[in-house]
């Protein structure tokens, strides 16, 4: 891979997908900010005009025509025919709607969900999502485990396709970033240790690791 490839990335909150959007483009790439947001339920049940303004606000103008696999496949259309540009999407991998499009290049990020979790719950982050469903230790871990087993899944099903797809795992970002020729925006990583407790029970770590077990298992990463 090249900076000038048409590249597709996914990543999860708590797994340093906003770092990757930020380092992708100190590397020149223009790059889409999650528009796929778009179809998460909260901007779904605000109608499809404020679905429409949001995505083209985060993808820089692009526009999706419908709100179906069609306009998926559009808006991959478009981004493939605009040198140097690229996206770090979430909600498609997640609801495995990328395995139904023409077939490209797609980047995994993914970190050990316990820890991702526990990223994601910090205060200044999207702590007040999970406040508002009774706190970190609440069902929202259990919800959150099944986002990461779900996106988990799609990985393994575009490689079993014959896609062109890489997992990069959080814990090891810049030797898989370097691998696949993205060692440019990896030269301010710093590893973040998970610091799982006393934030989160043994309960939630041992529930959202049981959730994932068997995908966890398949993807063979060793530090999982």
Known sequence: MNSADPVVFCGMGGSGSTYLRHALART???VHNKPDIVHHRHWVKRGRAAQRDEFSRRAGGFTMDTTGIAGIQHYFDQLAATPATSAVLST???QQLLRYTTRRRVVFLLREPAAAYRSMCDPG???DIAEEYGGVDSWYAVFYAERWRK???EYLALRAAGWDVSLWSYENLPDHARRD????MVTQWRLSAPRLRPTLRDETIDLIRTCTREVREALDVPEW
Do not use: Q, V
Not at 181 to 184: A, H, Q
């Open 181 to 184: 020729g993205y060692g440019e």
């Open 92 to 94: 498609w991998a997640e």
């Open 151 to 153: 996106t988990a899944e």
């Open 28 to 30: 020149g790439l223009t």
């Open 125 to 127: 982050r999207h702590g």
